[in-house]
């Protein structure tokens, strides 16, 4: 019998992923000594075997988002769980094929514990924070001293800097190699907003104590240590979002001033 013509497979139209709803934590988050919380969530030891041929696939503690993600149809991804069987991996991902914009729903929890969401290569990345980290400020924020910003970009950078492998989605198998960026790093990014605001104190309004924010000052001291990710690791406040691409829901925008919010053309 012949191949299965590609519009007569299984989800050969489909174009976005929703995986899980918000704010739903059903399955637990990350904790906070190491990358995985629950069973689901980690990897078969490697052996001489995995290293030579790759993990079979049927040993993928999570198929289902693993498989949605590498769907050559699907352009727009999103998920609000960092753990368990419907979130994928906490690692940076190699699928055969990428979505346009993979969207991650980050808790309040999950940032305080500095631990930051996976990373796709090949796709915008974008991380839509549910609360921020309100950072008032008596300069205007265009310069900012490293030890002034250290700790709030820690999770940032240690998500950059710290990890040495990356997971590669086949068909058949998966690999766990050392991190080999290929052309494909070329068309992809990150851009996290709502992460932090910077507000100037002589900007806040006395009444909504809320004001706009600059992050110019974050962005370069972020850029000075991101290494080969400079340029593709975009501070944005929660205004410059517009809704999810692929369930709709639009970042948190509390904090900003009703003056200072942009309009989003539906």
Known sequence: ?????????????????IMMGTGDQSWGELNRLHDHALPFDAYPQMTVQHKL??????????????????????KHYCQTSLAGPLAIANEILQPVNSPKVVTFHISTRAMDEGIMPPIVIGAVNR??????TIFC????????????????????RNMLNR????????????????IDYSTEFENTSIEVYNYVRHVWV??????????PSNLKGFQDQLDRTAGMWRGKV??????DSEPCSACGVECDKSQVPDHGRKSVAK
């Open 137 to 156: 400020d008596f300069t205007d924020g265009n310069v900012l001293a490293d030890h002034v910003v250290e700790e709030i970009l820690k999770p940032l």
């Open 234 to 239: 975009i501070l944005k406040n929660s205004e």
């Open 202 to 211: 002589d900007n806040i309004d006395p009444i909504t104590r809320k004001g």
């Open 127 to 132: 991380y839509m924070c549910v609360a921020t």
């Open 53 to 74: 041929y790759g993990i079979p696939r049927k040993l993928d503690p999570r198929p289902i988002p693993h498989f949605l993600l590498g769907l050559g149809s699907v």
């Open 163 to 178: 990890r040495k492998y990356g997971l590669n989605l086949y068909p058949d198998n998966i690999e766990y190699p050392l």
């Open 1 to 17: 019998m012949g191949k299965t013509p590609l519009e007569d497979e299984a989800f050969a139209k489909l174009e976005r992923i």
